[in-house]
């Protein structure tokens, strides 16, 4: 098992341009999540998803979209990328029941200049 | 709302000696309370757990911490440190309400280890 895994690993981008972050994950979870960090801020939620088809907003949804058209894929769009949108972003997975800790991908690190 | 404090960003300690990281929550009903560890450039990693029942929970790499209702805490713990534990480490609060399985994060202390 791969667990969850995320693609691009890093990105440079310039203010305004677009780009869209991928999540897969192979453990057949329910749930899946969209994080980012900064420093001293810890993790903070996006968007959030808890089936194919759905997404919910989280903590800091603004200037982002998410889709869940797989149930093993998530992916998290920035239209219109902004510096203040520098951070490192993370996927997690979990099930819906029972085994309730989330688990996380390795991070997407994204500078925007 | 819930939320997480921990109250030490960075903590240092010497290879050996005894570790203690603070957590302190906030949550209206039953939490369900985590540990996380990141070391540089990766991930998250779970460390342990608490749903229900005993309020001493084991974790990998000799971690432990104990559940304190009466003070909202849950205070993560290892005898003997080892360099190989610099990292940062997160505690998380979640629960049954609100749907989604959503957890807060604390915003993190730092573990440096000494030689």
């Known amino acids: 098992n791969a667990g969850v895994t995320q693609t691009p690993k890093f990105r440079v981008l310039k203010t305004g341009q677009s780009m869209t972050l991928l999540c897969a994950q192979d453990?057949?979870?329910?749930?899946m999540y969209w994080y980012r960090q900064d420093p001293g801020m810890g993790l903070r939620l996006i968007h959030y998803?808890?089936?194919?088809?759905?997404?919910a907003k989280g903590e800091v949804p603004d200037g982002y979209n998410v889709s869940r058209l797989k149930k093993q894929n998530f992916l998290l769009g920035l239209e219109s990328a902004a510096p203040s949108q520098t951070s490192v972003y993370f996927c997690a997975s979990s099930y819906v029941e029972g085994a309730y800790e989330q688990y996380f991908g390795p991070g997407t690190r994204l500078t925007v200049t | 709302a819930q939320s997480v404090t921990q109250p030490d960003i960075h903590i240092t300690v010497s290879e050996g000696a005894s570790l203690e990281l603070r957590c302190n929550y906030s949550y209206g009903a039953t939490p369900y309370l985590f540990w996380y560890v990141q070391s540089p450039g990766q991930g998250l990693q779970l460390l342990l757990k608490?749903?229900?029942?005993?309020?001493l929970v084991q974790g990998i790499k000799g971690f432990e911490a104990e559940f304190k209702r009466s003070q909202s805490s849950f205070n993560l713990r290892k005898p003997s440190v080892h360099w190989s534990d610099a990292a940062e480490y997160f505690c998380a609060v979640g629960g049954v309400t609100g749907g989604g399985n959503k957890l807060t994060f604390g915003t993190g202390t730092q573990l440096k280890v000494e030689l």
């Open positions: 608490y749903f229900s029942g005993d309020t």
């Open positions: 453990m057949n979870h329910e749930y």
């Open positions: 998803s808890v089936g194919e088809g759905t997404t």
